[in-house]
């Protein structure tokens, strides 16, 4: 297996009767970490940084979801449908416990998965995320078109916008992040279609004007992570996440945004392994 990301192959596994794309680095064997990605994303926007510095103590897995980049099917419209299908694709892999990894929309997705499947899961780690029905996070559509426009005109990355302060220093650290992007540069993943855009976009909507009630079944450990300021899923939303999750610890990177484990890769990954290793 790979010890870096950059070189991880692709791989696909059946799950019921759909291929899900795959890749997985690190040493084989104990509790797998899973990632869960983004809204657009596909394996290649995972930072290297972050998913080399958690293989070089864990095995880790990062998968596109049904219908998501060179994976198959079409991508459900609710959360709840993403996190059957996560499940599903944990389980084809043969394994009976995880530690989930959930980034942004993916935080999400883990969150039902540690609600419906308990057993699965041993611990979570929340980044730039928030509960069903926080605020802002049904306006995600809107932001995303604003910040599209807006990175056209200025010929810039809608993640320079997106992920990152406006500052010198965020805009620096946005600039490292999608370098950082391009290191792989063979067996690239497929983009994701429009069509997976809008289901993702509806499941984030309703995931918006949903309700955090269930939360406090959640008595995995949980890290919570984010920059202080998300504009995509308000950093508000991860106090919330940290006040009701039963137990729960904080981590809130200063001059941050959505990408904030991202731009503090580094301090991130210790705080990450740390806590995976408890």
Same mark, same amino acid.
């Given at each position: 297996?790979?010890?870096?990301?950059?070189?991880?192959? #692709?791989? $696909?596994? !059946?799950?019921?009767?759909?291929?899900?794309?795959? /890749?997985?680095?690190? &040493?084989?064997?104990?509790?797998?970490?899973?990632?869960?990605?983004?809204?657009? %994303?596909?394996?290649?926007?995972?930072? +290297?940084?972050?998913?080399?510095?958690?293989?070089?103590?864990?095995?880790?897995?990062?998968?596109? #979801? /049904?219908?998501?980049?060179?994976?198959?099917?079409?991508?459900?419209? @609710?959360?709840?449908?993403?996190?059957?299908?996560?499940?599903?694709?944990?389980?084809?892999?043969?394994?009976?416990?995880? !530690?989930?990894?959930?980034?942004?929309?993916?935080?999400?997705?883990?969150?039902?998965? %540690?609600? &419906?499947?308990?057993?699965?899961?041993?611990?979570?780690?929340?980044?730039?995320?928030?509960?069903?029905?926080?605020?802002?996070?049904?306006?995600?559509?809107?932001?995303?078109?604003? %910040?599209?426009?807006?990175?056209?005109?200025? #010929?810039? *990355? +809608? &993640?320079?916008?997106?992920?990152?302060?406006?500052?010198?220093?965020?805009?620096?650290?946005?600039? !490292?992040?999608?370098?950082?992007?391009?290191? /792989? @540069?063979?067996?690239?993943? @497929? =983009?994701?279609? *429009?069509? @997976?855009?809008?289901?993702?976009?509806?499941?984030?909507?309703?995931?918006?004007?949903?309700? $955090?009630? /269930?939360?406090?079944?959640?008595?995995? =450990?949980?890290?919570?992570? *984010?920059?202080?300021?998300?504009?995509?899923?308000?950093?508000?939303?991860?106090?919330?996440?940290?006040? &009701?999750?039963?137990?729960?610890?904080? $981590?809130?990177?200063? !001059?941050?945004?959505?990408?904030?484990?991202?731009?503090?890769?580094?301090?991130?990954?210790?705080?990450?392994?740390?806590?995976?290793?408890?």
């Amino acid at each position: 297996m790979s010890t870096r990301f950059e070189n991880a192959a #692709n791989k $696909s596994v !059946d799950v019921n009767g759909t291929y899900f794309v795959y /890749r997985e680095i690190g &040493k084989a064997g104990g509790i797998p970490v899973v990632f869960l990605h983004h809204l657009t %994303a596909v394996l290649d926007d995972w930072d +290297p940084r972050v998913v080399d510095g958690l293989a070089a103590k864990r095995h880790v897995i990062a998968f596109d #979801n /049904r219908g998501v980049g060179g994976s198959g099917g079409s991508t459900p419209k @609710t959360v709840e449908e993403m996190a059957a299908d996560a499940t599903a694709f944990i389980e084809a892999l043969g394994f009976n416990k995880v !530690d989930l990894l959930g980034f942004s929309l993916g935080g999400f997705v883990s969150q039902v998965i %540690a609600q &419906k499947h308990h057993a699965l899961v041993r611990k979570i780690i929340l980044a730039g995320t928030g509960p069903a029905g926080g605020e802002g996070i049904a306006n995600v559509g809107a932001v995303l078109q604003d %910040a599209l426009g807006k990175a056209a005109a200025a #010929n810039k *990355n +809608p &993640k320079q916008l997106l992920f990152f302060t406006q500052t010198s220093e965020g805009q620096a650290a946005a600039d !490292d992040f999608l370098r950082r992007l391009k290191e /792989r @540069t063979g067996d690239l993943d @497929t =983009p994701v279609s *429009n069509e @997976t855009v809008q289901a993702q976009l509806a499941a984030i909507q309703a995931w918006g004007q949903g309700d $955090s009630a /269930r939360l406090g079944t959640v008595h995995h =450990p949980v890290l919570v992570a *984010n920059g202080d300021h998300d504009v995509m899923v308000p950093s508000v939303n991860s106090f919330v996440l940290a006040r &009701k999750l039963p137990n729960s610890q904080l $981590s809130i990177f200063p !001059d941050a945004g959505h990408g904030g484990i991202f731009q503090y890769h580094t301090a991130f990954v210790q705080q990450a392994l740390a806590f995976l290793q408890q």
